[in-house]
Protein backbone atom coordinates (compact mmCIF):
# COMPACT_ATOMS: atom_id res chain seq x y z
CA UNK A 1 0.00 0.00 0.00
CA UNK A 2 1.02 3.51 -0.60
CA UNK A 3 1.73 6.05 1.96
CA UNK A 4 -0.71 8.31 0.67
CA UNK A 5 -3.52 5.70 0.26
CA UNK A 6 -2.95 5.43 4.44
CA UNK A 7 -3.38 9.34 4.89
CA UNK A 8 -6.42 8.94 2.21
CA UNK A 9 -7.91 6.54 5.33
CA UNK A 10 -6.55 8.62 8.33
CA UNK A 11 -7.76 11.93 6.58
CA UNK A 12 -10.95 10.57 6.48
CA UNK A 13 -10.95 8.99 10.51
CA UNK A 14 -9.63 12.71 11.85
CA UNK A 15 -13.25 14.35 10.06
CA UNK A 16 -15.34 11.26 11.21
CA UNK A 17 -17.27 12.32 14.28
CA UNK A 18 -18.68 8.51 15.45
CA UNK A 19 -17.11 5.60 16.59
CA UNK A 20 -19.04 3.40 14.44
CA UNK A 21 -17.72 5.26 11.31
CA UNK A 22 -13.90 4.63 12.63
CA UNK A 23 -14.76 1.01 12.29
CA UNK A 24 -16.03 0.99 8.90
CA UNK A 25 -12.58 3.30 7.53
CA UNK A 26 -10.01 0.98 9.66
CA UNK A 27 -12.26 -2.09 8.32
CA UNK A 28 -11.13 -0.46 4.69
CA UNK A 29 -8.25 0.04 5.37
CA UNK A 30 -6.87 -3.20 7.13
CA UNK A 31 -9.14 -5.20 3.98
CA UNK A 32 -6.44 -2.94 1.52
CA UNK A 33 -3.36 -4.19 3.60
CA UNK A 34 -0.94 -7.00 2.28
CA UNK A 35 0.05 -9.71 5.03
CA UNK A 36 3.70 -8.05 5.41
CA UNK A 37 2.22 -4.63 5.63
CA UNK A 38 -0.56 -5.42 8.69
CA UNK A 39 1.56 -5.19 11.64
CA UNK A 40 3.18 -1.88 10.46
CA UNK A 41 -0.23 -0.34 9.71
CA UNK A 42 -1.65 -1.07 12.80
CA UNK A 43 1.91 0.05 14.74
CA UNK A 44 1.04 3.26 12.75
CA UNK A 45 -2.25 4.07 13.69
CA UNK A 46 -1.60 3.23 17.60
CA UNK A 47 1.22 6.08 17.07
CA UNK A 48 3.97 3.71 17.84
CA UNK A 49 6.63 1.69 16.43
CA UNK A 50 6.42 -1.36 18.24
CA UNK A 51 4.11 -2.61 21.05
CA UNK A 52 4.78 -0.27 23.77
CA UNK A 53 6.85 -3.03 25.99
CA UNK A 54 9.43 -3.31 23.56
CA UNK A 55 10.22 0.79 24.39
CA UNK A 56 11.03 1.51 21.09
CA UNK A 57 10.89 5.10 20.95
CA UNK A 58 11.68 8.07 18.39
CA UNK A 59 13.50 10.14 20.64
CA UNK A 60 12.17 13.22 18.82
CA UNK A 61 11.03 16.57 19.85
CA UNK A 62 9.12 19.21 18.67
CA UNK A 63 12.20 21.42 17.62
CA UNK A 64 13.59 18.65 15.26
CA UNK A 65 10.53 18.63 13.44
CA UNK A 66 10.63 22.37 12.99
CA UNK A 67 13.99 21.96 11.52
CA UNK A 68 12.95 19.02 9.30
CA UNK A 69 10.11 21.29 8.22
CA UNK A 70 12.29 23.71 7.57
CA UNK A 71 14.88 21.73 5.16
CA UNK A 72 11.96 20.14 4.03
CA UNK A 73 10.28 23.74 2.60
CA UNK A 74 13.21 26.08 2.28
CA UNK A 75 11.43 28.42 5.49
CA UNK A 76 13.80 29.40 8.39
CA UNK A 77 13.50 27.66 11.71
CA UNK A 78 11.67 31.21 12.79
CA UNK A 79 9.51 31.17 10.23
CA UNK A 80 8.40 27.12 11.06
CA UNK A 81 8.15 28.24 14.40
CA UNK A 82 6.13 31.11 14.18
CA UNK A 83 3.60 29.07 12.12
CA UNK A 84 3.48 26.63 14.55
CA UNK A 85 2.84 28.73 17.79
CA UNK A 86 -0.32 29.69 15.84
CA UNK A 87 -1.70 26.69 14.42
CA UNK A 88 -0.46 24.61 17.91
CA UNK A 89 -0.04 21.59 15.64
CA UNK A 90 3.04 20.27 14.14
CA UNK A 91 1.18 18.41 11.52
CA UNK A 92 -0.89 21.59 10.41
CA UNK A 93 2.10 23.31 10.21
CA UNK A 94 3.94 21.01 8.14
CA UNK A 95 0.89 20.79 5.64
CA UNK A 96 0.58 24.82 5.57
CA UNK A 97 4.23 25.32 4.64
CA UNK A 98 4.52 22.25 2.07
CA UNK A 99 1.51 23.68 0.63
CA UNK A 100 3.38 27.15 0.22
CA UNK A 101 7.31 25.73 -0.13
CA UNK A 102 9.57 27.68 -1.34
CA UNK A 103 11.82 24.52 -3.03
CA UNK A 104 10.88 23.31 -6.18
CA UNK A 105 9.77 19.42 -5.16
CA UNK A 106 13.47 17.83 -4.99
CA UNK A 107 12.06 14.38 -5.35
CA UNK A 108 9.54 12.63 -6.95
CA UNK A 109 10.00 9.50 -4.27
CA UNK A 110 6.49 7.99 -3.53
CA UNK A 111 6.67 6.05 0.03
CA UNK A 112 5.32 3.04 0.47
CA UNK A 113 3.46 2.16 4.31
CA UNK A 114 6.71 -0.18 4.32
CA UNK A 115 9.65 2.24 3.14
CA UNK A 116 7.96 4.82 5.30
CA UNK A 117 7.87 2.65 8.50
CA UNK A 118 11.77 2.07 7.64
CA UNK A 119 12.55 5.80 7.84
CA UNK A 120 10.95 5.97 10.86
CA UNK A 121 12.04 2.99 12.19
CA UNK A 122 15.78 4.25 11.45
CA UNK A 123 14.70 7.63 13.31
CA UNK A 124 14.01 5.85 15.92
CA UNK A 125 17.01 3.55 15.70
CA UNK A 126 20.00 6.66 15.69
CA UNK A 127 21.43 7.19 18.73
CA UNK A 128 24.64 9.23 20.06
CA UNK A 129 27.35 11.49 18.29
CA UNK A 130 25.54 12.51 14.88
CA UNK A 131 22.22 11.07 15.57
CA UNK A 132 20.33 14.35 15.88
CA UNK A 133 21.40 15.45 12.29
CA UNK A 134 20.56 12.29 11.11
CA UNK A 135 16.48 12.11 12.43
CA UNK A 136 15.94 15.78 11.35
CA UNK A 137 17.96 14.54 7.71
CA UNK A 138 15.57 11.19 7.49
CA UNK A 139 12.77 13.70 7.92
CA UNK A 140 12.98 16.27 6.14
CA UNK A 141 13.71 13.65 3.12
CA UNK A 142 10.35 12.22 3.81
CA UNK A 143 8.87 15.57 4.21
CA UNK A 144 10.28 16.74 0.87
CA UNK A 145 8.53 14.07 -0.81
CA UNK A 146 5.44 14.27 0.66
CA UNK A 147 2.32 15.82 -0.75
CA UNK A 148 1.16 18.75 2.32
CA UNK A 149 -1.58 15.99 3.60
CA UNK A 150 0.76 13.40 4.08
CA UNK A 151 3.68 15.93 5.30
CA UNK A 152 0.48 16.44 8.07
CA UNK A 153 0.78 13.08 9.26
CA UNK A 154 4.67 12.28 9.16
CA UNK A 155 5.06 15.62 10.81
CA UNK A 156 2.69 14.27 13.72
CA UNK A 157 4.17 10.57 13.67
CA UNK A 158 7.09 10.82 15.74
CA UNK A 159 6.10 13.26 18.28
CA UNK A 160 3.17 11.03 19.13
CA UNK A 161 0.56 13.71 18.10
CA UNK A 162 -0.88 11.50 15.53
CA UNK A 163 -5.22 12.83 16.81
CA UNK A 164 -6.72 9.88 15.62
CA UNK A 165 -8.41 8.79 18.27
CA UNK A 166 -7.97 5.25 17.76
CA UNK A 167 -8.36 2.79 20.91
CA UNK A 168 -7.35 -0.68 21.36
CA UNK A 169 -10.57 -2.03 21.13
CA UNK A 170 -11.57 -0.08 18.02
CA UNK A 171 -8.54 -1.68 16.39
CA UNK A 172 -9.67 -5.26 17.29
CA UNK A 173 -13.25 -4.50 16.42
CA UNK A 174 -12.27 -3.35 12.77
CA UNK A 175 -10.20 -6.36 12.28
CA UNK A 176 -12.78 -8.98 13.25
CA UNK A 177 -15.19 -6.88 10.45
CA UNK A 178 -12.46 -6.64 8.06
CA UNK A 179 -11.06 -10.40 7.78
CA UNK A 180 -14.06 -12.18 9.46
CA UNK A 181 -16.74 -10.18 8.11
CA UNK A 182 -18.65 -9.79 11.85
CA UNK A 183 -17.96 -8.33 15.05
CA UNK A 184 -18.40 -11.07 17.48
CA UNK A 185 -14.77 -12.64 16.76
CA UNK A 186 -14.22 -9.57 18.56
CA UNK A 187 -13.89 -11.18 22.05
CA UNK A 188 -11.63 -14.16 20.41
CA UNK A 189 -9.30 -11.40 18.99
CA UNK A 190 -9.54 -9.66 22.58
CA UNK A 191 -8.41 -12.47 24.35
CA UNK A 192 -5.58 -13.58 22.43
CA UNK A 193 -4.47 -9.48 22.54
CA UNK A 194 -4.89 -10.01 26.22
CA UNK A 195 -1.95 -12.69 26.69
CA UNK A 196 0.30 -10.88 23.99
CA UNK A 197 -0.23 -7.11 24.36
CA UNK A 198 0.95 -6.51 21.06
CA UNK A 199 -1.75 -5.64 18.25
CA UNK A 200 0.43 -5.86 15.15
CA UNK A 201 1.36 -9.17 16.25
CA UNK A 202 -2.68 -9.97 16.22
CA UNK A 203 -2.99 -8.56 13.38
CA UNK A 204 -0.36 -10.38 11.06
CA UNK A 205 -1.59 -13.88 13.04
CA UNK A 206 -4.89 -13.23 11.89
CA UNK A 207 -4.20 -12.57 8.20
CA UNK A 208 -1.71 -15.21 7.94
CA UNK A 209 -3.43 -18.28 9.88
CA UNK A 210 -7.49 -17.00 10.16
CA UNK A 211 -8.94 -17.69 13.67
CA UNK A 212 -7.39 -20.85 14.14
CA UNK A 213 -3.93 -19.10 14.70
CA UNK A 214 -5.77 -16.45 17.04
CA UNK A 215 -7.49 -19.44 19.19
CA UNK A 216 -4.46 -21.47 19.70
CA UNK A 217 -2.78 -18.18 21.56
CA UNK A 218 -0.56 -18.84 24.46
CA UNK A 219 1.46 -17.14 26.99
CA UNK A 220 4.64 -16.83 25.97
CA UNK A 221 8.03 -14.92 27.98
CA UNK A 222 8.78 -11.43 27.26
CA UNK A 223 5.11 -10.96 25.86
CA UNK A 224 3.75 -9.00 28.51
CA UNK A 225 -0.19 -10.36 29.73
CA UNK A 226 -2.73 -7.55 30.34
CA UNK A 227 -3.21 -7.43 34.22
CA UNK A 228 -5.75 -9.13 35.52
CA UNK A 229 -8.12 -6.68 37.48
CA UNK A 230 -10.26 -6.06 40.93
CA UNK A 231 -14.14 -5.30 40.87
CA UNK A 232 -15.32 -3.70 44.51
CA UNK A 233 -17.07 -4.39 47.07
CA UNK A 234 -17.99 -2.56 50.18
CA UNK A 235 -18.49 -5.33 52.57
CA UNK A 236 -17.19 -8.64 54.36
CA UNK A 237 -20.15 -10.44 53.88
CA UNK A 238 -21.16 -9.13 50.47
CA UNK A 239 -17.39 -10.71 49.42
CA UNK A 240 -18.23 -13.86 50.76
CA UNK A 241 -20.75 -14.77 49.25
CA UNK A 242 -19.92 -13.46 45.83
CA UNK A 243 -17.30 -15.77 46.14
CA UNK A 244 -19.45 -18.89 46.76
CA UNK A 245 -18.57 -18.97 50.50
CA UNK A 246 -15.10 -18.89 51.04
CA UNK A 247 -12.31 -16.96 49.28
CA UNK A 248 -8.50 -16.30 49.49
CA UNK A 249 -7.93 -12.69 51.38
CA UNK A 250 -4.60 -11.00 50.62
CA UNK A 251 -3.12 -7.75 51.98
CA UNK A 252 -3.61 -5.25 48.82
CA UNK A 253 -0.32 -2.91 48.92
CA UNK A 254 0.02 0.35 48.33
CA UNK A 255 2.82 0.55 46.00
CA UNK A 256 3.17 -0.23 41.90
CA UNK A 257 2.57 -3.09 39.82
CA UNK A 258 5.49 -5.37 38.65
CA UNK A 259 4.93 -8.54 36.06
CA UNK A 260 8.43 -10.57 36.65
CA UNK A 261 9.35 -12.33 33.30
CA UNK A 262 12.20 -14.87 33.73
CA UNK A 263 14.20 -17.22 30.87
CA UNK A 264 17.19 -18.34 32.88
CA UNK A 265 19.54 -15.64 33.34
CA UNK A 266 17.57 -12.91 31.05
CA UNK A 267 15.19 -11.29 33.40
CA UNK A 268 13.08 -8.50 32.69
CA UNK A 269 9.83 -6.40 34.66
CA UNK A 270 6.88 -4.81 33.35
CA UNK A 271 4.94 -2.07 34.40
CA UNK A 272 1.12 -1.97 35.06
CA UNK A 273 0.72 -0.66 31.85
CA UNK A 274 3.53 -3.13 30.41
CA UNK A 275 6.41 -0.74 29.49
CA UNK A 276 9.59 -2.50 30.36
CA UNK A 277 10.84 -0.87 33.52
CA UNK A 278 14.04 -3.52 33.92
CA UNK A 279 16.63 -0.78 33.78
CA UNK A 280 14.72 1.12 37.03
CA UNK A 281 15.05 -1.82 39.72
CA UNK A 282 18.34 -3.90 39.46
CA UNK A 283 17.56 -4.51 43.12
CA UNK A 284 14.36 -6.64 42.04
CA UNK A 285 16.03 -8.24 38.99
CA UNK A 286 18.91 -9.19 41.04
CA UNK A 287 16.10 -10.70 43.83
CA UNK A 288 14.44 -12.62 40.93
CA UNK A 289 17.77 -14.11 39.78
CA UNK A 290 18.73 -15.35 43.63
CA UNK A 291 15.14 -16.25 44.89
CA UNK A 292 13.03 -17.37 42.32
CA UNK A 293 13.85 -20.80 41.67
CA UNK A 294 13.01 -21.64 38.41
CA UNK A 295 14.30 -21.94 35.32
CA UNK A 296 11.46 -19.72 33.37
CA UNK A 297 8.56 -18.20 34.64
CA UNK A 298 6.34 -15.13 34.59
CA UNK A 299 4.86 -14.04 37.83
CA UNK A 300 3.40 -10.70 38.86
CA UNK A 301 3.38 -8.56 42.34
CA UNK A 302 3.54 -5.11 43.89
CA UNK A 303 6.56 -3.35 44.72
CA UNK A 304 6.98 -1.14 47.67
CA UNK A 305 9.50 0.32 50.06
CA UNK A 306 9.42 -1.54 53.47
CA UNK A 307 11.63 -0.95 56.55
CA UNK A 308 12.73 -4.38 57.96
CA UNK A 309 13.45 -2.97 61.19
CA UNK A 310 10.68 -1.65 61.81
CA UNK A 311 8.19 -3.71 59.96
CA UNK A 312 6.53 -0.68 58.50
CA UNK A 313 5.51 -0.30 54.41
CA UNK A 314 6.44 3.17 52.80
CA UNK A 315 3.63 5.23 51.63
CA UNK A 316 3.35 5.44 48.04
CA UNK A 317 4.63 8.76 47.32
CA UNK A 318 7.48 7.76 48.80
CA UNK A 319 7.88 4.29 46.72
CA UNK A 320 7.24 6.07 43.67
CA UNK A 321 10.41 7.84 44.11
CA UNK A 322 11.87 4.53 42.90
CA UNK A 323 10.37 4.84 39.39
CA UNK A 324 13.43 7.14 38.04
CA UNK A 325 15.79 6.95 35.18
CA UNK A 326 18.65 8.62 37.00
CA UNK A 327 20.17 7.87 40.31
CA UNK A 328 19.04 4.95 40.44
CA UNK A 329 22.08 2.71 42.61
CA UNK A 330 21.15 6.13 45.08
CA UNK A 331 17.99 5.51 45.54
CA UNK A 332 17.93 1.87 46.33
CA UNK A 333 19.83 2.53 49.64
CA UNK A 334 17.05 4.81 50.59
CA UNK A 335 14.02 3.41 49.35
CA UNK A 336 14.49 -0.71 49.33
CA UNK A 337 12.09 -2.23 47.61
CA UNK A 338 10.27 -5.42 48.32
CA UNK A 339 8.23 -7.54 45.99
CA UNK A 340 5.19 -8.84 47.28
CA UNK A 341 4.35 -11.58 44.65
CA UNK A 342 0.60 -12.44 44.48
CA UNK A 343 0.23 -14.28 41.26
CA UNK A 344 1.74 -16.72 38.81
CA UNK A 345 1.37 -17.11 35.43
CA UNK A 346 4.35 -19.36 33.42
CA UNK A 347 6.35 -21.82 35.33
CA UNK A 348 8.92 -24.19 33.40
CA UNK A 349 6.59 -25.01 30.54
CA UNK A 350 3.37 -25.25 32.02
CA UNK A 351 0.62 -21.93 31.02
CA UNK A 352 -0.49 -21.33 34.22
CA UNK A 353 -3.25 -18.81 32.89
CA UNK A 354 -6.00 -21.77 32.97
CA UNK A 355 -4.99 -23.10 36.55
CA UNK A 356 -7.32 -22.01 39.57
CA UNK A 357 -5.59 -19.48 41.85
CA UNK A 358 -5.18 -21.86 44.44
CA UNK A 359 -2.84 -24.11 42.39
CA UNK A 360 -1.08 -20.80 40.40
CA UNK A 361 -0.55 -20.11 44.87
CA UNK A 362 0.81 -23.28 45.73
CA UNK A 363 3.22 -22.96 42.70
CA UNK A 364 4.13 -19.56 43.44
CA UNK A 365 4.94 -20.32 46.73
CA UNK A 366 7.18 -23.43 45.75
CA UNK A 367 8.91 -20.49 43.26
CA UNK A 368 9.84 -18.44 45.78
CA UNK A 369 13.05 -19.11 47.88
CA UNK A 370 14.83 -17.68 50.64
CA UNK A 371 12.42 -14.96 51.07
CA UNK A 372 14.61 -11.95 51.44
CA UNK A 373 13.53 -9.09 49.06
CA UNK A 374 10.60 -11.62 47.01
CA UNK A 375 7.84 -12.90 49.67
CA UNK A 376 3.94 -13.93 48.96
CA UNK A 377 1.81 -11.88 49.61
CA UNK A 378 0.03 -12.15 52.98
CA UNK A 379 -3.21 -13.80 53.16
CA UNK A 380 -5.63 -15.88 54.99
CA UNK A 381 -7.88 -18.50 53.67
CA UNK A 382 -11.60 -18.14 55.24
CA UNK A 383 -15.36 -18.13 55.15
CA UNK A 384 -16.13 -16.59 57.79
CA UNK A 385 -16.54 -12.39 57.22
CA UNK A 386 -16.01 -11.49 60.61
CA UNK A 387 -12.32 -12.61 60.14
CA UNK A 388 -12.19 -11.51 56.88
CA UNK A 389 -12.83 -7.40 58.24
CA UNK A 390 -10.53 -8.30 61.19
CA UNK A 391 -7.84 -8.92 58.66
CA UNK A 392 -9.20 -5.99 56.77
CA UNK A 393 -8.67 -3.85 59.93
CA UNK A 394 -4.91 -5.18 60.57
CA UNK A 395 -4.07 -4.54 56.58
CA UNK A 396 -5.05 -0.52 57.76
CA UNK A 397 -4.10 -0.77 60.86
CA UNK A 398 -0.39 -1.81 59.38
CA UNK A 399 -0.43 1.20 57.01
CA UNK A 400 -1.90 -0.63 53.96
CA UNK A 401 -4.70 0.26 51.13
CA UNK A 402 -7.21 -2.46 52.09
CA UNK A 403 -7.42 -6.19 50.83
CA UNK A 404 -7.71 -8.06 47.74
CA UNK A 405 -10.05 -10.87 47.93
CA UNK A 406 -9.62 -14.00 45.87
CA UNK A 407 -11.57 -16.52 44.31
CA UNK A 408 -9.66 -19.66 45.08
CA UNK A 409 -11.43 -21.29 41.68
CA UNK A 410 -10.82 -19.24 39.38
CA UNK A 411 -8.18 -18.83 36.44
CA UNK A 412 -6.26 -15.78 35.58
CA UNK A 413 -8.51 -13.53 33.86
CA UNK A 414 -6.11 -11.31 31.68
CA UNK A 415 -7.00 -8.04 31.10
CA UNK A 416 -10.60 -7.78 32.69
CA UNK A 417 -11.89 -6.85 36.00
CA UNK A 418 -13.86 -9.39 37.15
CA UNK A 419 -15.57 -10.53 40.23
CA UNK A 420 -12.75 -13.23 40.67
CA UNK A 421 -10.96 -10.26 42.39
CA UNK A 422 -12.53 -7.89 44.67
CA UNK A 423 -10.74 -5.00 46.51
CA UNK A 424 -11.91 -3.07 49.54
CA UNK A 425 -10.57 -0.21 51.00
CA UNK A 426 -11.55 2.05 53.53
CA UNK A 427 -15.27 3.11 53.57
CA UNK A 428 -15.13 6.95 54.45
CA UNK A 429 -18.18 7.16 56.35
CA UNK A 430 -20.73 7.23 53.67
CA UNK A 431 -18.87 9.34 51.62
CA UNK A 432 -17.50 7.60 48.26
CA UNK A 433 -15.05 4.87 49.43
CA UNK A 434 -12.63 5.05 46.52
CA UNK A 435 -10.50 7.46 44.38
CA UNK A 436 -11.68 7.34 40.57
CA UNK A 437 -9.34 7.58 37.79
CA UNK A 438 -10.64 10.30 34.84
CA UNK A 439 -9.97 10.85 31.29
CA UNK A 440 -9.29 14.15 30.68
CA UNK A 441 -10.96 15.50 27.06
CA UNK A 442 -11.64 19.26 27.21
CA UNK A 443 -10.44 22.01 28.94
CA UNK A 444 -11.61 25.71 30.32
CA UNK A 445 -10.58 28.87 29.65
CA UNK A 446 -9.70 30.69 33.32
CA UNK A 447 -11.25 33.67 34.18
CA UNK A 448 -10.59 36.30 36.39
CA UNK A 449 -7.46 35.78 38.58
CA UNK A 450 -6.38 32.36 36.96
CA UNK A 451 -7.15 33.75 33.47
CA UNK A 452 -3.87 34.68 33.12
CA UNK A 453 -2.85 31.01 33.14
CA UNK A 454 -5.18 30.10 30.61
CA UNK A 455 -6.52 27.81 32.52
CA UNK A 456 -10.15 27.06 34.60
CA UNK A 457 -10.88 23.60 34.86
CA UNK A 458 -11.12 20.18 33.09
CA UNK A 459 -13.82 18.08 31.84
CA UNK A 460 -13.32 14.91 32.53
CA UNK A 461 -14.65 11.18 31.38
CA UNK A 462 -15.21 7.76 32.16
CA UNK A 463 -14.16 4.76 29.98
CA UNK A 464 -17.61 2.76 28.51
CA UNK A 465 -15.78 -0.78 28.31
CA UNK A 466 -18.72 -1.57 26.50
CA UNK A 467 -19.27 0.89 24.02
CA UNK A 468 -15.38 1.57 24.09
CA UNK A 469 -16.65 5.51 24.21
CA UNK A 470 -15.61 8.01 27.42
CA UNK A 471 -18.74 9.46 28.58
CA UNK A 472 -18.55 12.55 30.93
CA UNK A 473 -18.84 12.19 34.77
CA UNK A 474 -17.28 15.49 35.74
CA UNK A 475 -16.06 19.24 35.35
CA UNK A 476 -13.34 19.63 37.96
CA UNK A 477 -13.03 23.85 38.46
CA UNK A 478 -11.36 24.24 41.80
CA UNK A 479 -7.89 22.96 43.73
CA UNK A 480 -5.86 23.06 41.44
CA UNK A 481 -2.24 24.11 42.47
CA UNK A 482 -0.38 26.55 40.18
CA UNK A 483 1.98 23.92 39.50
CA UNK A 484 -0.72 21.68 37.88
CA UNK A 485 -2.38 24.38 36.33
CA UNK A 486 0.66 25.17 34.28
CA UNK A 487 1.37 21.34 33.97
CA UNK A 488 -2.43 20.95 32.55
CA UNK A 489 -1.80 23.77 30.41
CA UNK A 490 1.11 23.12 28.17
CA UNK A 491 0.16 19.49 28.36
CA UNK A 492 -3.40 19.97 27.10
CA UNK A 493 -2.59 22.77 24.72
CA UNK A 494 -0.55 19.97 22.80
CA UNK A 495 -3.07 17.22 22.24
CA UNK A 496 -6.07 20.16 21.61
CA UNK A 497 -8.12 18.87 18.84
CA UNK A 498 -10.96 21.07 16.23
CA UNK A 499 -13.78 19.15 17.51
CA UNK A 500 -15.66 16.60 19.55
CA UNK A 501 -13.37 13.29 19.55
CA UNK A 502 -15.71 10.69 17.60
CA UNK A 503 -15.36 8.61 20.69
CA UNK A 504 -16.04 10.97 23.75
CA UNK A 505 -19.76 11.62 24.30
CA UNK A 506 -20.82 15.12 25.73
CA UNK A 507 -23.58 17.15 25.97
CA UNK A 508 -21.80 19.77 27.85
CA UNK A 509 -18.66 21.72 25.62
CA UNK A 510 -15.39 22.51 27.20
CA UNK A 511 -13.77 25.60 25.02
CA UNK A 512 -11.17 23.34 23.92
CA UNK A 513 -11.47 19.22 23.26
CA UNK A 514 -8.27 17.35 23.51
CA UNK A 515 -7.92 13.63 22.31
CA UNK A 516 -8.36 10.99 25.25
CA UNK A 517 -5.12 10.88 26.20
CA UNK A 518 -4.71 11.97 29.95
CA UNK A 519 -5.69 10.01 33.29
CA UNK A 520 -5.90 11.81 36.27
CA UNK A 521 -7.15 10.84 39.81
CA UNK A 522 -9.82 12.00 41.36
CA UNK A 523 -11.95 12.25 44.79
CA UNK A 524 -15.16 13.42 45.34
CA UNK A 525 -18.08 13.17 48.27
CA UNK A 526 -20.32 11.15 46.23
CA UNK A 527 -21.79 10.46 42.81
CA UNK A 528 -24.74 11.72 41.85
CA UNK A 529 -27.59 11.61 39.50
CA UNK A 530 -26.92 14.42 36.90
CA UNK A 531 -28.51 15.56 33.29
CA UNK A 532 -25.48 16.93 32.16
CA UNK A 533 -23.50 14.21 31.96
CA UNK A 534 -22.89 11.39 29.25
CA UNK A 535 -22.13 8.84 31.97
CA UNK A 536 -24.42 5.67 32.16
CA UNK A 537 -27.29 7.97 30.61
CA UNK A 538 -30.40 6.14 31.00
CA UNK A 539 -34.29 7.73 30.04
CA UNK A 540 -36.14 7.76 33.13
CA UNK A 541 -39.56 6.61 33.57
CA UNK A 542 -41.08 10.04 33.34
CA UNK A 543 -38.88 10.70 30.02
CA UNK A 544 -36.48 12.45 31.08
CA UNK A 545 -32.63 11.11 30.26
CA UNK A 546 -30.53 11.12 33.43
CA UNK A 547 -26.87 9.87 33.73
CA UNK A 548 -24.19 10.04 36.59
CA UNK A 549 -21.98 12.79 37.66
CA UNK A 550 -19.30 13.28 40.73
CA UNK A 551 -19.75 15.51 43.50
CA UNK A 552 -17.07 17.92 44.86
CA UNK A 553 -14.44 16.56 42.72
CA UNK A 554 -11.00 17.19 43.48
CA UNK A 555 -7.88 15.84 42.56
CA UNK A 556 -5.60 13.73 44.13
CA UNK A 557 -1.86 13.56 44.46
CA UNK A 558 0.61 16.43 43.47
CA UNK A 559 2.03 14.84 40.19
CA UNK A 560 -1.89 15.49 38.44
CA UNK A 561 -0.97 13.09 35.54
CA UNK A 562 -1.00 9.40 36.07
CA UNK A 563 1.44 8.25 33.72
CA UNK A 564 0.98 4.93 34.80
CA UNK A 565 -2.33 4.35 33.08
CA UNK A 566 -3.47 4.45 30.02
CA UNK A 567 -7.01 6.12 29.02
CA UNK A 568 -8.37 2.51 28.63
CA UNK A 569 -7.33 1.83 32.25
CA UNK A 570 -9.81 4.47 33.99
CA UNK A 571 -12.64 4.08 35.81
CA UNK A 572 -15.23 2.51 33.77
CA UNK A 573 -19.19 3.43 33.52
CA UNK A 574 -19.85 0.11 35.06
CA UNK A 575 -17.72 0.69 37.85
CA UNK A 576 -19.18 4.16 38.43
CA UNK A 577 -22.88 3.00 38.76
CA UNK A 578 -21.68 -0.07 41.05
CA UNK A 579 -20.02 2.43 43.13
CA UNK A 580 -23.37 4.75 43.41
CA UNK A 581 -25.21 1.28 44.23
CA UNK A 582 -22.74 0.58 46.96
CA UNK A 583 -22.74 4.30 48.83
CA UNK A 584 -26.80 3.82 48.83
CA UNK A 585 -26.30 0.49 50.44
CA UNK A 586 -23.62 1.76 52.93
CA UNK A 587 -26.09 4.93 53.89
CA UNK A 588 -28.36 2.97 54.64
CA UNK A 589 -26.86 0.44 56.59
CA UNK A 590 -25.36 3.27 58.77
CA UNK A 591 -28.90 4.66 59.43
P1 LIG B 1 -6.08 0.77 42.61
O1 LIG B 1 -5.90 2.19 42.20
O2 LIG B 1 -7.13 0.50 43.63
O3 LIG B 1 -4.77 0.07 42.90
P2 LIG B 1 -6.12 -0.37 39.97
O4 LIG B 1 -7.09 0.06 38.92
O5 LIG B 1 -4.69 0.00 39.81
O6 LIG B 1 -6.71 0.11 41.36
P3 LIG B 1 -7.28 -2.85 40.59
O7 LIG B 1 -7.30 -4.06 39.76
O8 LIG B 1 -8.54 -2.16 40.74
O9 LIG B 1 -6.15 -1.91 40.05
O10 LIG B 1 -6.76 -3.21 42.03
C1 LIG B 1 -5.76 -4.15 42.15
C2 LIG B 1 -4.42 -3.46 42.21
O11 LIG B 1 -3.93 -3.55 43.52
C3 LIG B 1 -3.43 -4.17 41.33
O12 LIG B 1 -3.28 -3.50 40.09
C4 LIG B 1 -2.14 -4.18 42.13
O13 LIG B 1 -1.27 -3.17 41.67
C5 LIG B 1 -2.54 -3.82 43.54
N1 LIG B 1 -2.33 -4.90 44.53
C6 LIG B 1 -1.74 -4.75 45.72
N2 LIG B 1 -1.74 -5.90 46.41
C7 LIG B 1 -2.36 -6.82 45.64
C8 LIG B 1 -2.68 -8.21 45.82
N3 LIG B 1 -2.36 -8.86 46.92
N4 LIG B 1 -3.32 -8.83 44.80
C9 LIG B 1 -3.66 -8.17 43.67
N5 LIG B 1 -3.39 -6.86 43.47
C10 LIG B 1 -2.75 -6.19 44.44
Given at each position: ?????????????????????????????????????????????????????????????????????????????????????????????????????????????????????????????????????????????????????????????????????????????????????????????????????????????????????????????????????????????????????????????????????????????????????????????????????????????????????????????????????????????????????????YLDGKDYLRVPYSKRREALESAIKGAKTIKPSARIVTSSPKELEKFFEDSIENGLEGIVAKDLDSPYIAGARKFSWIKMKRSYMGKLSDTVDLVIVGYYLGRGMRSEFKFGGLLCTVYNEKKDIFETV??????????????????????????????????????????????????????????????????????????????????????????????????????????????????????
Amino acid sequence: MQFAELVGYYDKLESTSSRLGMIDILKEAFKAASHEEIGEIIYMTQGVLAPPFEGIEFGVADKLVEEAIAIATGYSKDDVERNYKKSGDLGNTALQLTKASKLRRMSSRKYSVHELYESMYKISQASGEGSKNIKIKTLADVIASSSPTEAKYVARYPVGQLRLGVGDATILEALSVAYTGERKEKDALEHAYNICSDLGLIGTTLVEKGMEGIKEFHVSIFKPIRPALAERMPTAEEIIEKMHGRAAVEQKYDGFRVQVHKRGKDIRLYSRRLENITDMFPDIVHAVQTEIHAQDAILEGEALGFNESTGEFMPFQETMQRKRKHSIEEKIGEIPLHLFAFDLMYLDGKDYLRVPYSKRREALESAIKGAKTIKPSARIVTSSPKELEKFFEDSIENGLEGIVAKDLDSPYIAGARKFSWIKMKRSYMGKLSDTVDLVIVGYYLGRGMRSEFKFGGLLCTVYNEKKDIFETVSRIGTGFTEKQMSEFRSALNRIKVEKRPARVEAIIEPDFWVEPRYVITVKADEITKSPTHTCGRERQPDGTEVGYALRFPRIVGEEAIRSDKSVEDATTTKEIIEMYQNQKRVRVEEK
